[in-house]
């Protein structure tokens, strides 16, 4: 199909879906999902990054669990698919396969050479871990991602400059670990934390529950000054 591509990583190959922009080559940006899977929501994300000039592709980081999941964030039974998903996901090898996507997205005729990671959630999670663990990340961007703080121990091997969005009232991310993650972060000059108050988890996910269109606006606007800052 034309809007996926298949990458050949060191586990086995999986796929991702693609969107591509009206010229090339241009910087990309690697879309990392929610517990939802590369569903809609995600999609549709990055055909808006496409609109913006950059080449956009989502991988499929559930493949080794279920290849193709696609969610509904308004059904509570795909919720309790995606949560069972999530809590059995292995972060470790995630991140071989986010590192494993940007390398064969750098490969890419339509990208120069320049590749952004940014996630939602699970995806932010991952966007973290990749920036620390890996090299060859030239931006990542986190919105409001669980469990960053378990791994803050990791965070002074931070190399890519890291914009992360945090909800204040976030119902999976509590004010302590809030506090910790910008604590933890507060010394890197490559890193900036935005806190949007009165703001609940996926507040600026499309169809989110809790979607707010004037926090959603400010964030995704200092995500697309970040994003050209840093790849433009």
Known sequence: MKDHIRVNGQDGAFAAYIARPKTSPTPAVVVLQEL????ADIRKTCDE??????????PDLFWRQEPGVDLNVTSESDWQHGLRLYGAYD???????????????????????????????????MVFLTAVRCDGVDAAVAYHGGDTEKYLSEADRLRAPLLMHLAEEDEFISKVAQAEIKDALASHRNATVYSYPGQNHAFSRHNGAHYNAAAAALAH????????????
């Open 49 to 58: 990054l496409a609109e913006q000039g950059y080449l956009a592709v989502a």
């Open 221 to 232: 606007g200092r995500t697309n000054e970040f994003l050209h800052r840093q790849l433009r």
């Open 36 to 39: 939802f899977g590369v569903n």
């Open 91 to 125: 972060r470790d090898a995630g991140v071989k396969d986010v590192r494993d996507t940007n390398k064969a997205v750098r490969s890419l005729p339509e990208c120069n050479g320049m590749v952004a990671i940014l996630g939602y959630c699970l995806g932010a999670l």
